[in-house]
């Protein structure tokens, strides 16, 4: 069983920036891949960023410049760096752990984006 706990989401005015955490129960290092997810309201949940064990990183179009992930095998964590924010760009943001077995998720965390 893999427990998720993203901390970091908040208020923030347009053009701000956030730094999401994702702290792992178990030693990332052996899982394939990490990611962030995001949910607005009335719409579906959609891929923000992915990054692999071996650190190859992926982003959506709509973060693309302004987001970084990365990951820290030491402390098990995985980090969404977020600048330029945009109105657009709230939700309540997951983690999410791929396994060989299954996938988990965290609880979320919610970014507001507004002045």
């Known amino acids: 069983q893999v427990q998720l706990v993203e901390s970091g989401g908040g208020l923030v005015q347009p053009g701000g920036s956030l730094t999401l955490s994702c702290a792992a129960s178990?030693?990332?290092?052996?899982?394939?891949?990490m990611a962030w997810y995001r949910q607005a309201p009335g719409k579906q949940r959609e891929l923000v960023a992915t990054?692999?064990?071996?650190?190859?990183?992926n982003y959506a179009d709509s973060v693309k410049g302004r987001f970084t992930i990365s990951r820290d095998n030491a402390n098990n964590t995985v980090y969404l760096q977020m600048n330029s924010l945009k109105p657009e760009d709230t939700a309540v943001y997951y983690c999410?752990?791929?396994?060989?077995?299954?996938?988990?998720w965290g609880q979320g965390t919610q970014v507001t984006v507004s002045s």
């Open positions: 999410n752990a791929e396994t060989t077995a299954r996938g988990y």
């Open positions: 178990i030693r990332i290092f052996s899982i394939p891949t």
């Open positions: 990054i692999t064990r071996a650190g190859r990183t």
